[in-house]
């Protein structure tokens, strides 16, 4: 297997415009989690997903953000708009059944 | 609310052991995690301690747990320079996948 894969790995914006980040998680995995990594707050989990079902999203800082599942296979994070507050690194994780996580190279996000 | 803290730096020379520790308050956790974080990558599960388990060891690593003074080490033998990394401690209790992490220990290892 590939591992969980993200796209992009790189994203700059300007602030105000949509940002769309997406993920793959690992085939047969059913627990899908999205996290934030800044320098001040470090890992933040910010929604996660279990059978394509958002479980808890808490996290999410704000109405800007949201995110969708459609399907086992496939998963987006979106802001807008986006702020330069919301510049940090985006890592999709997925896990089967367990808190043993596979995370993706993340994207760098950087909204200026 | 439940916290997990952690030392920022540790420097050691190559060769050396290493040792990142790490405390926790939620004494209902059930599992204690070791992730690593290699620089422009994502985090990778390293090892994992069951909560009713005082020693780990698997091969260079080893963790110990003292669940008293929640308290939690790795030790990394014979350190090499493909060991610097971020390394995070996180507890879970190994039901609903919130784990809360620390905010990592930066690594150098000198040559």
């Known amino acids: 297997d590939a591992g969980v894969i993200q796209s992009p790995r790189h994203e700059v914006t300007e602030m105000g415009q949509e940002v769309t980040l997406r993920c793959k998680p690992i085939s047969g995995h059913n627990s899908l989690f999205w996290y934030r990594q800044t320098m001040m707050r470090g890992l933040e989990l910010l929604i996660y997903?279990?059978?394509?079902?958002?479980?808890?999203d808490s996290g999410m800082p704000e109405d800007r953000f949201s995110a969708k599942m459609p399907n086992a296979s496939f998963s987006t994070l979106k802001i807008q708009p986006s702020e330069p507050r919301d510049s940090a690194v985006y890592f999709c994780?997925?896990?089967?059944?367990?808190?043993?996580?596979?995370f993706g190279s993340g994207t760098q996000l950087s909204v200026l | 609310g439940e916290d997990v803290e952690q030392s920022l730096f540790l420097s050691v020379r190559e060769g050396d052991s290493s040792v990142i520790n790490c405390t926790y308050t939620?004494?209902?956790?059930?599992?204690l995690y070791w992730y690593k974080q290699e620089p422009g990558a994502g985090l990778q599960l390293l090892t994992y301690?069951?909560?009713n388990m005082d020693m780990k060891q698997d091969q260079r690593l080893t963790v110990l747990l003292n669940k008293k003074d929640k308290h939690l080490s790795l030790r990394i033998a014979d350190t090499q320079t493909g060991d610097s990394a971020i390394y995070f401690c996180?507890?879970?209790?190994?039901?609903?996948?919130?784990?809360?992490w620390g905010l990592g220990t930066s690594l150098a290892v000198n040559p």
């Open positions: 301690i069951f909560s």
């Open positions: 997903f279990n059978n394509n079902v958002p479980i808890d």
């Open positions: 939620d004494s209902s956790s059930t599992y």
């Open positions: 994780a997925s896990s089967s059944n367990s808190e043993k996580l596979f």
């Open positions: 996180a507890e879970g209790d190994g039901n609903n996948r919130k784990l809360i």
